[in-house]
């Protein structure tokens, strides 16, 4: 089976610009989450989908940051405007329904840079 | 609230030497615990899990003991390798909240020849 694919692997932009990161779940998993690495400090959770809805945003850091998940199947996340401290690495991860506590299938991220 | 605590890095070691990468959590309840590891150009894997106390998770050589009493779940490994090099991070679920994650800052450990 395919695993959790995002794109791009890489995405340099510069401050205000507009960037927007692709997930694409394993098939048939309707968990869907992103998560945040930022220089090199803890992985922190963005926000929760189940199908196409949020169950948790709490980890949003601010307006700027917007997440897509029409259809309940592949997932956006867009960032207008970018700032300085939005560079990290963004990870999808997702897992099928009902799991509770079982591990997350994780993406490879996607590393943004914001010059 | 809930967080994970791990030592940081990096970790230099030669080949064959002995790894312990310390993680100590503060939950509610006694969730899973998870050790997750990030080969250089990969995606996070997940290397083992506990799922309550005093087990123990053991995967490609490494251990971790789900520690109550200490609050711990150090990872361990006898004899490292050079593709033993990654970042390892200590995890774990808050409490109720279903496959969200907590996760500590991550230890990057480097294995020379």
């Known amino acids: 089976e395919a695993g959790v694919t995002q794109f791009p692997s890489h995405s340099v932009i510069e401050k205000g610009q507009t960037v927007t990161l692709r997930c694409d779940p394993i098939s048939g998993h309707d968990n869907l989450y992103w998560y945040r690495r930022v220089m090199g400090k803890e992985i922190k959770f963005l926000l929760h989908?189940?199908?196409?809805?949020?169950?948790?945003e709490s980890g949003m850091p601010n307006n700027r940051f917007l997440a897509e998940r029409t259809g309940g199947t592949y997932s956006t996340l867009k960032v207008q405007p970018a700032e300085l401290e939005d560079s990290g690495v963004y990870f999808c991860?997702?897992?099928?329904?009902?799991?509770?506590?079982?591990?997350?299938?994780f993406g490879n991220g996607t590393r943004l840079t914001v010059t | 609230g809930d967080s994970v605590t791990q030592m940081e890095g990096p970790v230099t070691l030669s080949e064959e030497a002995f790894l312990t990468i310390n993680c100590t959590y503060t939950a509610t309840g006694y969730p899973s615990l998870f050790w997750y590891v990030q080969y250089p150009g990969e995606g996070l894997q997940l290397l083992l899990k506990a799922t309550k106390a005093d087990d123990k998770g053991s995967n490609k050589g490494f251990e971790a003991t789900y520690r109550k009493e200490t609050t711990s779940f150090h990872l361990e490994k006898g004899s490292v390798q050079v593709s033993d090099s990654a970042v390892y991070f200590c995890a774990l679920p808050p409490y109720n909240q279903g496959g969200k994650l907590i996760f500590g800052q991550g230890t990057e450990l480097s294995v020379k020849p």
């Open positions: 991860a997702s897992s099928s329904l009902g799991q509770g506590n079982s591990p997350l299938h």
């Open positions: 989908f189940v199908k196409e809805s949020k169950q948790d």
